[in-house]
């Protein structure tokens, strides 16, 4: 009970400290501060939440095995989704392009699955990226997270999923705002003419806009193999996790 008291405490100081000008702009100072006492850090792991970020709560395994690092993996990959302020909310995926240039873009990570191996993005059908994908569907995905200091580094195999109840059922589910990036005119990467103001977009959407649902594309990532970096005081860690049916195998890399 009294601990539960202090909790509600620490919640209502830690949310408004994070709704503050101040509290974003220390924040990262609070966490340096945490290292070294105990009260502290239980501030701000709150604080942290509120603030829709995360802290590490325990230390990146050592590069030993493969199931505890993919564990760890895994776990901050289910917080990027979740978190749009954690590092791994948004992701950078590299492609080729039709005369052979690697191109890359940020997109938000929208969905991960530990058992089925892929990683989800969604997307403007009529966005460039998508042709490129469709002629070649080898991509890698990038991330880094300077909290964990652990870069992520993805070679995938991307299907653009259109159209179906599977696709229809993440439309639903998508924030309005979101939506309604798909109700543009324009599509992305259209040459405009340079007296023409954009049309302002609607800042929510309804899900019944066929229109812009028939322009919403889901990228689904599938992979078998990963790269993790670990920057890490005195000598970084390195590893290559690889995927075949009797589980996850390690093999460390000089960093
Ligand atoms: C923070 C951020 C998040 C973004 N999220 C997405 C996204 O989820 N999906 C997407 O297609 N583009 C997203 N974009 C825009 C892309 O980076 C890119 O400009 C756009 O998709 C056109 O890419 P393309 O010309 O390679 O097709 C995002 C950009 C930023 C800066």
Redo the contacts with the bound molecule.
């Keep these: 009970m009294h601990g539960e008291c202090q909790r509600n405490d620490a919640v209502v100081l830690a949310d408004r400290f994070a709704g503050s000008v101040f509290g974003r702009m220390i924040w990262p100072y609070c966490l340096g501060a945490s290292s070294s006492v105990s009260s502290a850090k239980g501030f701000c792991k709150i604080l942290l939440e509120r603030m829709n970020t995360h802290i590490v709560d325990r230390p990146v395994p050592d590069f030993s095995s493969a199931e505890p690092l993919f564990a760890f993996v895994s776990e901050m990959l289910h917080q990027g989704v979740a978190m749009n302020r954690h590092a791994y909310h ?1 992701m950078t995926v590299a ?1 080729l392009n039709a005369e052979g240039w690697p ?1 890359a ?4 990570l ?1 969905g991960w699955d530990a058992a089925a191996r892929t990683l989800r ?4 059908l009529r ?4 042709q ?1 994908l469709e002629a070649q569907p080898r991509v890698t995905l990038l991330m880094y997270d300077p909290v964990s200091r652990v870069q992520l580094r993805i070679p995938a195999l991307a299907e653009v999923r259109k159209g179906d109840a599977w696709v229809r059922s993440l439309w639903e589910r998508s924030r309005p705002d979101s939506r309604a990036c798909y109700a543009a005119d324009e599509a ?2 259209e040459v405009l003419a340079t007296e023409e103001p954009l049309r302002d977009l609607p800042l929510t959407l309804d899900t019944d806009n066929e229109l812009a649902f028939q322009r919403f594309g889901v990228v689904v990532c599938t992979f078998t193999r990963m790269d993790v970096l670990h920057l890490h005081a005195g000598r970084h860690r390195r590893g290559r996790l690889d995927w075949s049916t009797s589980g996850w195998q390690l093999t460390r890399l000089a960093p």
């Design positions: 948004l492609t191109d873009r940020v997109v938000v929208r993005f969604h997307t403007d966005s460039p990226k998508v490129a992305p990467g």
